[in-house]
């Protein structure tokens, strides 16, 4: 009897000692799998490439430096936000007037610090939507950008002597000009007329269509492409 107890006392000892390496196991097993997950969204991050018709000329905008870093890391063929564009457009003139560009008061807008925003609101690129606010997550359309891009054109002539858009604007072609809004007329107009910018097609202008990542690095690495 004592015997029989003794070989089941040592079978028990066995079983734990077994079961606590499995648990010692499965927790290394669960490290391992925690950096096989972080491996796949390197992959997943790797796969975030741009559209086929987009790639060449994306391609030449990293090469000249155009594609810096955007606040959420979006996808080429997301939607472009407020601030992500002023990252765009604030890269573009640095590169292209090949300095620094100063900013304004870290607290102009109480919603960001992000700083190539106050770079480009320094420059009178960017607009705040009031009360202080720049509304940095919302995204941008096309006459929106078309503005900022337009009073970006104005700096490059300010400060390089070169006039990126030398014909007068007309916006008469485009067949929904009723929506283009006031104060985006001149910019769309310009734009259009100097082939920097041009409409969704020969004759609609698409004023409030919204504009993805990948639209808005080439429209940057034309203006810089014209300005160099």
């Known amino acids: 009897m004592k015997?029989?107890?003794?070989?089941?006392?040592?079978?028990?000892?066995?079983?734990?000692?077994?079961?606590?390496?499995?648990?010692?196991?499965?927790?290394?097993?669960?490290?391992?799998?925690?950096?096989?997950?972080?491996?796949?969204?390197?992959?997943?991050?790797?796969?975030?490439?741009?559209?086929?018709w987009?790639?060449?000329?994306?391609?030449?905008?990293?090469?000249?430096?155009?594609?810096?870093?955007?606040?959420?890391?979006?996808?080429?063929?997301?939607?472009?936000?407020?601030?992500?564009?002023?990252e765009l457009v604030s890269n573009m003139l640095e590169k292209i007037l090949n300095t620094e560009i100063d900013s304004a008061p870290s607290d102009t807008f109480t919603d960001t610090t992000n700083i190539a925003v106050l770079k480009a609101y320094k420059y009178g690129v960017v607009n705040g939507v009031g009360d202080h606010l720049f509304a940095p997550t919302d995204t941008t359309n096309r006459e929106q950008i078309a503005a900022m891009v337009f009073r970006a054109t104005e700096v490059i002539k300010?400060?390089?002597?070169?006039?990126?858009?030398?014909?007068?604007?007309?916006?008469?072609?485009?067949?929904?000009?009723?929506?283009?809004?006031?104060?985006?007329?001149?910019?769309?107009?310009?734009?259009?007329?100097?082939?920097i910018m041009n409409g969704t097609s020969d004759t609609t202008a698409s004023p409030k269509d919204s504009c993805t990542v990948e639209q808005s690095i080439l429209l940057i690495y034309r203006v810089y492409n014209s300005a160099i």
């Open 54 to 86: 987009a790639k060449s000329e994306i391609d030449l905008a990293v090469a000249a430096g155009l594609v810096p870093n955007l606040t959420g890391n979006p996808k080429y063929q997301d939607t472009i936000t407020r601030e992500q564009f002023a």
């Open 158 to 195: 300010e400060n390089t002597g070169k006039d990126l858009t030398p014909l007068i604007g007309r916006v008469e072609k485009f067949t929904d000009k009723a929506d283009i809004s006031d104060w985006a007329m001149q910019s769309i107009g310009e734009l259009a007329e100097n082939g």
């Open 3 to 52: 015997i029989y107890r003794k070989i089941l006392l040592t079978a028990i000892a066995a079983a734990m000692t077994f079961q606590t390496t499995a648990m010692a196991w499965t927790a290394q097993k669960q490290d391992l799998t925690q950096v096989e997950v972080v491996i796949d969204e390197n992959v997943e991050l790797s796969g975030n490439v741009p559209s086929d």
